[in-house]
């Protein structure tokens, strides 16, 4: 099993940037992708940025391409997802989650471990 625990949320205004950090204790984390997942009030968890176990792929959907980049550090089990040009429509608690087995795959239901989540607010 794995443990993972999120941070680096807050408040940012429009067009700023937050890095997120996704910290994997228990099993080593490269042995499971790991994906970011974001949920706004009322609306579905939706993926933001998944990374394969190596680093070496990643995928992101269409409104994160250009402004998020994930990326991870197996020495310290440590996966990050940095975010620039935030915008308000942006804000949601942001969830890290691990996949044990298969490929990157953006839906929810597949990801074995999650984490408590972080608010990302993004002001007008």
């Known amino acids: 099993q794995v443990q993972l625990v999120e941070s680096g949320g807050g408040l940012v205004q429009a067009g700023g940037s937050l890095r997120l950090s996704c910290a994997a204790s228990?099993?080593?984390?490269?042995?499971?992708?790991i994906s970011w997942f974001r949920q706004a009030p009322g609306k579905e968890r939706e993926v933001v940025a998944a990374?394969?176990?190596?680093?070496?792929?990643?995928d992101y959907p269409k409104f994160a391409k250009g402004r998020f980049i994930i990326s991870r550090d197996n020495a310290k089990n440590t996966v990050y997802l940095q975010m620039n040009s935030l915008l308000p429509e942006d804000t949601a608690v942001y969830y890290c989650?691990?996949?044990?087995?298969?490929?990157?795959?953006?839906?929810?239901?597949?990801?074995?471990?999650w984490g408590q989540g972080t608010q990302v607010t993004v002001s007008s």
């Open positions: 989650a691990a996949r044990s087995a298969g490929p990157i795959i953006r839906t929810p239901t597949p990801y074995n471990y």
């Open positions: 990374i394969s176990r190596s680093g070496g792929i990643t």
């Open positions: 228990g099993r080593t984390s490269s042995s499971y992708i």
